[in-house]
């Protein structure tokens, strides 16, 4: 057995099930979860993940927003220039659509390794965590 299914094996036999973020397939809602995600807590970020697909349920509405509303709802969640680069990602995203390669997500402002993971063979996107 490969390590990537023994460690799948272990996810769905311990890990988390109940994550606002699992199991969708909207680019959006998973890019926002690892975005959030980034040096957070899961516990700390389901509160803010919930009103900001509450208040922004779209990437069109996020990128609508004006910077210091995005910040507003962010406030508190802690390194504030994940906020601005959220909100600039987005007014991309709306002109342009989701990045389909891990090259162009990397692309994206505030882009790390680990932010929303691309399935290179599905060219979907996944949620890493």
Known sequence: MA???KLIGWQRRHGRHD????GTR????IWLS???LQQTQVSTVIAY???FVARFPDVTALARA?????LQLWSGLGYYARGRNLHRAARRIAQHG???TAEKIAELPGSVRSTSSISERTRRWISVI
């Open 98 to 100: 989701f990045p389909r």
């Open 66 to 70: 004006t910077q210091d509303e995005v």
């Open 26 to 29: 909207d680019p959006y809602r």
């Open 19 to 22: 994550l606002p973020w699992q």
């Open 3 to 5: 390590f990537a299914e």
């Open 34 to 36: 690892e975005v959030m």
């Open 49 to 51: 993940y919930r009103r």
